[in-house]
Structure formats: C-alpha cells, structure tokens
C-alpha cells in the first residue's frame, strides 16, 4: 500500500539524513553511515516483528493463564471449584460435573452444563 512505501522509503532516507552533517562535517568516516542504517534496520525490522507477533503472543499468555487457573482450580477444590475430577497419570476425568458461568456484578450464575462426565487424554 502507499503507506507502508512510503514508510519503507522514509526509513531508507532517516539514517543518511541524521549521520550526513557529521559525514560532511569530517567528524565521522563514510562507512559510519552504512553501519548507522543496518544497526536502525536490524532494530526497525525486530521491533516489526514484535508487532507483527503481539496479537499472538497476547493469545498464548491468555490461554497460559487460564491453564494456571485450571490447575489451581484442580488441584484445591473448593466451593465453585471443580468437584468430580480425577486425575490418574496422564488421564483426567471428570464425573457429574456442573459448570456455570461466573457471578459478574451481582448477576446469578446460570447453568451451562449439568451431570457432565468426560475424560482427556495425553495428547488430547
């Protein structure tokens, strides 16, 4: 698209224009120019790359959180925790659970699944 070329060509000409002065000022050697433009390159393109990622990385740190609150959840049981499971080795069993949706400003739970059983398996 436009914009994108003409950030590419705005990136290309910001590093000369900065480091220029002092080229022609005989503060700095030529070559001080070319190394100015890969190191602004390399961090422009990593930094690109981070953005490019963030909706996914956002994603993962989601899904991580709500493993670790499964696990919590799992492992203490308590009043609106998970009753009914059961993990033996690398299976997990759940017997005759209910699952409700969380109270949220004062609004009863309601009810999503009752009596449910089912296993997971390594892998699963």
Known sequence: SMVNRTFHWATFAVIP????????EGKIEFGVISQATMAFNII????????HRLESLSDLSVRLR????????LSSPRSGGIHGSELQGS??????????????????????????????????
């Open 17 to 24: 224009m900065l480091v220029g002065p002092a080229y022609l």
């Open 44 to 51: 422009l393109e990593a930094l690109t790359l981070a953005m």
């Open 66 to 73: 709500r493993l670790e609150h499964l696990e919590d959840a």
């Open 91 to 124: 299976l997990l069993r759940f017997q005759k659970v209910t699952l409700r949706t969380p109270t949220h400003r004062d609004v009863p739970p309601k009810v999503l699944f009752e009596k449910l059983s089912f296993e997971v398996s390594e892998g699963q």
